[in-house]
């Protein structure tokens, strides 16, 4: 390891941020949630006792088959299957996977975009600024379901129809949701950048030629970085509900590529006739999902307050 990079590893575990996290069990113990949730989705394909997207190993024998701990289950299919013979708990790893992809991918688009309008709107000012914040004023007045909702039917209808496919379908997914959340991003980098570009340091930068373009990277960008990370870390939770909403409609994810979204809504089909894991087990995920990466963000906020130090 290079001293430059051992240094740097000594000062994190010598701050603040470090000892606020040691002292804090909800933060470790959503962390240990959200670090075994992210190893079972990503390594799906490894961890999964079934794949479950093979025609070749389904068979509709044992379709609707309940958990191994109820009456009729079986040891190889511990959660059960749906409806085709899929082991519930092989689905739930790869769905989940999807679900935390179009998660963090909508939140780093959101974040790049609201970020870069923020940062030029605080700095120049004039009538990009408010241009920038009379969109942003008139996005907000609509729920972000509606708007992702609205940008997802478009953009299906605007695309030919041969470009249809699973990737594409998620890729739409993750622009509707990134659209329908770059304001935050843009409002609070804004409102750090009025106050940075007064300061000394920028009006020293300005009267020794560094480039507007410069100083809004090197300078007032680093010094808007927290609550940046702080909303990206609850958008999160957020962007998976959002997709998790829209495959439930039906809008989302392809059944061919199922997200926990798209699970619920084919398990709510067979609610009512007993097979209540095909609800439950999807649902459970989901909410534990989203619940430890909130609580993660709500920590990462308190310990980034220095009003709270």
Wanted: hydrophobic share 50%.
């Amino acid at each position: 390891m290079k001293p430059s990079e051992r240094s740097l590893l000594a000062r994190f575990f010598d701050s603040d941020l470090w000892w606020s996290y040691r002292h804090t069990p909800v933060a470790i113990a959503a962390s240990v949630v959200t670090f075994v949730l992210f190893i079972g989705a990503f390594g799906a394909p490894v961890l999964a006792p079934h794949q479950p997207f093979d025609l070749a190993t389904l068979s509709l024998n044992d379709a609707l088959m309940p958990p191994v701990w109820v009456e009729g289950g079986q040891l190889t299919y511990p959660l059960g299957t749906d409806d085709q013979g899929r082991d519930v708990l092989s689905t739930l790893l790869y769905g989940s996977r999807i679900s935390l992809l179009v998660g963090l991918a909508s939140v780093l688009v959101a974040m790049v975009l609201g970020v870069t309008l923020g940062l030029l709107s605080g700095y120049l000012g004039g009538r990009l600024d408010a241009f920038i914040m009379r969109v942003a004023d008139v996005q907000l007045s609509f729920p972000a379901i509606l708007i992702a909702l609205l940008i997802d039917g478009v953009a299906r209808t605007l695309l030919p129809q041969g470009s249809h496919n699973d990737w594409m379908a998620v890729g739409v997914l993750v622009g509707s949701i990134a659209l329908a959340n770059w304001v935050q991003y843009a409002r609070t980098v804004r409102g750090s950048t009025l106050i940075e570009r007064n300061k000394e340091y920028v009006q020293a930068a300005r009267v020794i030629g560094v480039r507007p373009i410069a100083i809004m990277l090197r300078h007032v960008l680093p010094n808007s970085l927290g609550p940046v990370l702080v909303i990206a870390t609850i958008n999160i939770a957020q962007a998976i509900l959002t997709e998790a909403t829209l495959s439930f409609l039906g809008v989302g994810v392809p059944p061919t590529s199922p997200s926990l979204g798209t699970m619920i809504n084919s398990g709510n089909n067979f609610l009512y006739s007993g097979e209540w894991w095909l609800v439950i087990f999807p649902g459970a995920a989901l909410v534990l999902l989203c619940m430890s990466v909130n609580l993660l963000g709500d920590w990462l906020r308190d310990a980034l307050n220095p009003r709270l130090q």
